[in-house]
């Protein structure tokens, strides 16, 4: 095990690295080694703390699994869901498809016009 100490680097270019994939402007803790022909470039001293705290907000959904964020999507009220999917910074197309598919304007089920209507009706008799 090496004595390398870590620091924060800002990639610079898409980059995949241990199964994980970076996005230009993510931060990301490499030794120098580590760092040495990946597109990155490591933070001055107090630009990595400056840089996190204007950084895009996390989305909620991003802590849980994707099963976990659409099962909550799914079962959750729409208005209830303010602020769960965060689009810049939610990139599973899964989570992403389930948050279009609740944000969709519900059509009524067939036949439900002509059940009010015949009830109306009938209230009316």
């Known amino acids: 095990m090496s004595d390398a100490k870590e620091q924060k680097y800002r990639v610079t270019s898409p980059i995949k690295r241990n199964k994980k994939r970076y996005k230009p402007g993510d931060s990301i803790l490499l030794t120098e080694t580590e760092a040495e022909g990946l597109h990155v470039e490591p933070y001055e001293s107090g630009q990595a703390e400056a840089e996190d705290a204007k950084s895009d907000p996390v989305s909620p959904s991003q802590g849980m699994s994707a099963p976990g964020a659409i099962k909550v999507i799914e079962n959750s009220d729409l208005k209830d869901l303010k602020g769960f999917v965060i689009e810049p910074t939610e ?3 899964t989570v992403l ?3 279009a598919e609740k944000q969709k304007p519900k059509k009524p ?3 439900d016009d002509d059940k009010d209507a015949g009830s109306a009706a009938k209230e009316k008799t």
Do not use: E, I, S, V
Request: hydrophobic fraction near 45%; avoid cysteine; glycine fraction near 12%.
């Open 109 to 111: 089920a067939p036949g």
């Open 97 to 99: 498809a389930a948050w």
């Open 91 to 93: 990139d599973r197309k």
